[in-house]
């Protein structure tokens, strides 16, 4: 029985059992005066019942009073005791809401009873919370990560400039050029940690863009890369039209095919970057061969600083949030990215984005 159903029968309720009350009273006053039992009053009744001598203030005024009182406090005492009834679970919902406010995420209502609007309210509400609850978690060991990878570089900065401040003989250009790489790394992971943050927001512009020349943009942009390490790139796609932002979208690619790239095989690797039009969405997938991965390894490729210790490693390996970047950008563009491993070795990475009005129709 609804919410709505049950405060509706309950003051129908009450509404019933005070006319009856009001009834009695006024069977009362019309049969005053009668020296037989009770009887249908007939019309004279009703007359006598509004003539000026029954209503003299010492036998109605009295009386009515005495029945408009009982009808009031009876009526403030049972509807007040009706409605606390009902709104029980509300005063667990709002209790449940300031916890909430104070910072406690892991209290649940968890309310019990049958399935009405105030029981599929608390059902949401604690998937709400527990929502943010694993949200506020994983960006707490986002942020904790975050701190020790940037502590890092900047440590050994600062011990190398030490070590160069009291050492009157060092070569300069040996220590320069470490300085410059540890301070490119730096850089390369703020502005990563930026890009991650504003995808989160997700306070960008949304354009009509095709993603076939957002891959063909991001595979020759890095196609020096790939020739440096063996590497053979091959695009393939027709005209893939979606909605979102050009540069978080060749972001994302860039960061795809980069991956795809550094963590390949050692030599005579491939990375191919498709595009094609699924069912109502746009579809990119980008597959490279290399070392056999489990589903587990995988899974956590998407996690903040994950490299994958199964994966080859390079020096363009990178910080760690290529595909933590390529997930938040997707997901801010309310799309799905998935990673398969393949069966000959390797990764695929599928990125469903919405279609537009012109690709859905």
Do not use: C
């Amino acid at each position: 029985m609804s919410v709505r159903l049950k405060f509706t029968l309950s003051y129908v309720g009450f509404l019933m059992i005070a006319g009856a009350l009001l009834l009695a009273a006024v069977w009362a006053f019309l049969l005053r005066g009668r020296s037989n039992g009770l009887h249908v009053p007939d019309l004279s009744d009703f007359r006598r019942a509004f003539d000026p001598s029954n209503f003299g203030p010492t036998v109605f005024v009295p009386a009515a009073i005495l029945v408009l009182g009982f009808l009031l406090v009876f009526g403030l005492v049972g509807g007040w005791i009706l409605a606390g009834r009902m709104l029980v679970p509300l005063t667990r919902i709002t209790d449940a809401t300031r916890m909430a406010a104070r910072g406690s995420l892991s209290h649940r209502i968890e309310l019990e009873g049958r399935k009405d609007e105030f029981r599929e309210l608390a059902d949401a509400f604690d998937g709400m919370l527990a929502r943010l609850e694993a949200h506020v978690a994983e960006q707490q060991r986002f942020a904790a990560n975050a701190s020790h990878e940037l502590r890092t570089p900047l440590a050994i900065m600062q011990t190398m400039l030490d070590v160069a401040r009291n050492d009157p003989s060092r070569q300069g250009n040996e220590f320069d050029e470490r300085l410059r790489v540890v301070n490119a790394r730096a850089i390369d992971l703020t502005e990563a940690l930026l890009l991650l943050s504003r995808t989160d927001r997700r306070s960008f512009a949304r354009e009509d863009v095709d993603l076939s020349l957002i891959a063909e943009e991001a595979t020759e942009t890095l196609l020096p890369l790939a020739e440096k390490h063996g590497v053979v790139i091959e695009t393939i796609g027709d005209i893939t039209p979606t909605i979102g932002s050009h540069a978080l979208l060749l972001q994302l690619t860039t960061n795809l095919v980069h991956n795809a790239i550094v963590h390949n095989l050692p030599e005579n690797g491939t990375v191919e970057v498709r595009t094609t039009v699924g069912s109502q969405a746009a579809v990119l997938t980008v597959e490279n061969t290399g070392e056999q991965l489990s589903p587990h390894v995988v899974s956590t490729f998407t996690e903040p600083f994950q490299r994958g210790t199964e994966r080859v490693r390079s020096d363009h390996v990178g910080a760690g949030l290529g595909l933590a970047i390529a997930e938040s950008i997707t997901q801010a563009h309310e799309g799905t990215l998935s990673l398969t491993p393949r069966a000959d070795g390797g990764l695929r990475v599928t990125v469903r984005l919405p279609a537009t009005a012109r690709l859905a129709a």
